[in-house]
């Protein structure tokens, strides 16, 4: 029954995601099939294609687009593997019993000079915002705007979110490691692996995949402009990039698999019960 249920929440969860952009079929049916009467001398107003509303506009002389991609779609960017990692994740804190965590933590803790209850205040905000920024990030902002930004306009917004998006993950994952060492009812080895994990995988992005994935996507525009696209050195850029990108976004799923889990045992231990 707990099973089902998890598998519930996943698909109802996350498979929506890419449903926040309505289908050009649907978005034809809403939309009049006339143009609005006009009324005296006023011009009659014009609704612009579904198309044109709802999906990636092209940009003017770049109509090999649609042949080429810019990037090709990786299996764990799928909606189907995320939820299978999510689930995976939640199945794992559920069912996995608690256990002592390490001894350097514990004695890390005794620097810290909040109080149990401050820190367990600053532990769950913190927590709160890390996570809820990850979960908006991969499945409303990212999404919304591949699907509604044009591909160049797209990418140079990426390039100034995402060091900000993962400075803030660092500094809140961060915050919650030494919290951590005040709250004895959440300390374990759980949510101090899961938090290093997330932890590393951020750092990698932050300092090393999101800076490199950026540098090589302008490097293809401007070989694009210099009308370069079907050079090796283009060639060699694109599988340069895909493959950057394709480590970034597992990394990030990485962390949000982590926060899951620790997100399980936080509850627990909030609701003082053994997981």
Known sequence: MKLRLLLA?????FAPAYGFVPSARRAAASLPSNPAPSIG????ITLAPPTRLLFTPKEDGDAADADKPFIRPALHNSTFFRSLAILYALLFAIYQGSAAPSTALEKGGRFLVLSPKAAATVHLLSFATWFGTVVYTTFVAGITMFKNLPRRTFGSIQSKLFPLYFRLCSAMIGVQILTLTRLPDILGKASE?????????????????????????????????DGKRDSDEY????????????MSSLANLAALCGGVVHGVRLASGLTGLSA
């Open 193 to 225: 692996v899961s938090l290093a994990i997330a932890f590393v995988t951020t750092l990698l992005n932050l300092l090393y995949l999101e800076p490199q994935s950026t540098r090589v996507m302008f490097d293809r525009y401007a070989l694009e402009d």
């Open 235 to 246: 060639k060699g850029k694109a599988k340069a990039f895909g493959k950057l990108h394709g």
């Open 41 to 44: 001398h006023q011009p009659a």
């Open 9 to 13: 929440l996943a698909g109802c969860a």
